[in-house]
């Protein structure tokens, strides 16, 4: 342990979970989840499940689960911790397919997600077209100064959502707010977080209803996602239009945002440790470890929520039918027990198949193959045109504004060519 | 119950029991042999990629076309990889050796 983490865990030993809602943890959590980790866990923290909306939906207190192996134990026990965000269906907002779904509907759902969310269509068939993207995008930032979190990183994931989905490229805009407001993380008002959750489904809705009626009308349709989820069948099930809408949404603040954050968390790295700028530049099969590392020490999903079906316990703490249960996959990537110095970044450890940013058992990120394709094609993209990136004229500055993703708020950078 | 010869990534060799009925994975994960399944047989997560030992190939049949898609981009993807959730124990499959593949990471 180094002086400095010593200072800080002794000033922490009285913290607690509570109170991990609040903007300096936010900020930067994992000196407080080091803190706490080999506690016997706290029940306390009030926080936002994704699509909740703060100061109109009231939070249940939920218990913080941060060590590696309690985390492994909710996630293998779903029959036990269940999926289903009762604070999300109370509210307004749409309920998230998959992820808030239990078996047996969840195993159906999934089977047929599957069938549409083929890798050769959701990665190969895509990969061309997401480097002309890029290459794009980075035309239009050139060379010198540039907040990374402004355009390069939010953009990148809101475009290819349209391009996957199929609609529009020009409404990514829009995506990529909508996918800000739902996820709570960003400054919104209570009026415009509820507007946006309202234009999400609508937009979607419009443009689900227009694809069957193109279908009905047997007009030839796009091989997209959304063609593929209207017409996608496993053991005779199919999806209804509502559930082919929310499947739309559900894409769309899973996948944008918190690829946003990851792209800028990877571009925070190669700034802090230029070492890895020159190394990954002269040698691109560490991309990929690059990435995964980063996904690591780094990845921007904090927690999720499970919902306790019957008494059980956690780690020897009794915790009871109806309580929350926060896990936090990112303490987990962190914890001494399974990685060695957990806060250094470190290319090709042995074990980092066993990260949980994408979360672990039967509600693993099914768009995690997307996400790594796009970090893939942007740090190729940098790398092929630039020879250095240097820290801009101000700092990088973390989000604070909700516990669920951790993430720059700004990136101030130097693109040297 | 079968006899599974598993090869970790340090070229250790286990022995292990492996359920019939039962994924192979579930018996290289439950014995620590450096399969990791994060997915829990989700085939999302590519972390149970295993080498099918060549004199085992026939008898373990073909990779289903999503998993043959999902094998085809990764790194350390040989003719003799398989993702061992879409392997399912069988009575035959006594004695059966594999080689965990290294991670993608």
Same mark, same amino acid.
Request: proline share 0%; net charge negative.
């Given at each position: 342990m180094t002086m400095a983490s010593a200072t800080v865990a002794s000033d922490l *030993?009285?913290?607690?979970?509570?109170?991990?809602?609040?903007p300096e943890v936010i900020a930067n959590p994992y000196p407080y989840y080091d803190a706490l980790r080999d506690k016997p866990i706290q029940f306390g923290l009030e926080d936002y499940p994704p699509g909740t909306v703060p100061g109109q939906d009231k939070p249940y207190p939920a218990w913080v689960v941060l060590k590696y192996h309690d985390i492994i134990q909710v996630c293998r026990k779903p029959q036990i911790f269940s999926s289903r965000d009762i604070m999300q269906e109370e509210s307004d907002a749409p309920t998230l397919m998959l992820v808030n779904h239990d078996d047996p509907r969840h195993a159906e759902l999934r089977k047929i997600a599957q069938i549409a969310f083929k890798p050769k269509r959701v990665e190969a068939d895509i990969t061309p077209w997401m480097q002309g993207v890029v290459d794009r995008l980075l035309d239009k930032e050139d060379?010198?100064?540039?907040?990374?979190? *402004?355009n390069l990183a939010p953009d990148l994931p809101a475009l290819v959502m349209t391009k996957l989905i199929g609609t529009p490229e020009e409404d990514y805009v829009l995506l990529r707010r909508w996918a800000n407001a739902f996820m709570v993380t960003s400054d919104f008002t209570t009026e415009e977080r509820n507007q946006c959750n309202i234009e999400l489904w609508n937009y979607y809705q419009d443009a689900v209803e227009q694809r069957y009626a193109d279908i009905a009308a047997g007009k030839d349709v796009p091989d997209d996602l959304m063609s593929a989820f209207i017409q996608a069948e496993a053991d005779g099930n199919m999806l209804t239009k509502e559930e082919v809408i929310r499947f739309c949404v559900t894409l769309v603040v899973a996948g944008a945002e918190t690829t946003g954050y990851l792209l800028g968390n990877l571009i925070d790295t190669l700034v802090e440790e230029p070492h890895f700028f020159d190394e990954l530049k002269q040698d691109r099969s560490l991309i990929r470890p690059f990435i995964e590392e980063s996904l690591r020490r780094d990845g921007p999903i904090q927690r999720l929520h499970r919902v306790c079906t019957q008494d059980t316990e956690i780690g020897g703490t009794k915790i009871r039918e109806g309580d929350w249960v926060a896990i936090f996959f990112a303490s987990g990537n962190r914890d001494p027990e399974i990685w060695e110095r957990p806060n250094d970044f470190i290319l090709k450890r042995s074990n980092i198949g066993r990260h949980l940013t994408f979360s672990h058992?039967?509600?693993?990120?099914?768009?995690s193959g997307i996400a790594r394709n796009e970090a893939t094609q942007m740090l190729n993209g940098i790398l092929d045109r630039y020879s250095a990136i240097e820290p801009g004229s101000a700092p990088r500055m973390r989000q604070t504004g909700g516990l669920l993703n951790y993430g720059l708020e700004t990136c101030p950078i130097r693109l040297v060519r | 119950m079968v006899t599974i010869i598993a090869v970790d990534r340090d070229g250790e060799e286990h022995r292990i029991d492996a359920r019939v009925g039962e994924p192979l994975m579930l018996a290289l994960r439950d014995n620590d042999v450096d399969v990791e399944a994060v997915c829990g047989g989700?085939?999302?997560?590519?972390?149970?990629h295993v080498y099918i030992d060549p004199t085992w190939l026939e008898q373990i049949g073909k990779r289903t076309g999503e998993e043959a898609d999902m094998l085809d981009d990764q790194l350390y993807s040989h003719p003799e990889s398989r993702l061992s959730c879409q392997i399912t124990i069988s009575p035959d499959l006594d004695g059966l050796r594999c080689t965990v593949a290294p991670p993608e990471g």
């Open positions: *030993a009285d913290f607690e979970a509570k109170d991990l809602y609040s060379e010198g100064e540039v907040d990374f979190m *402004a058992g039967v509600h693993h990120c099914m768009g | 989700e085939m999302s997560c590519l972390t149970c």
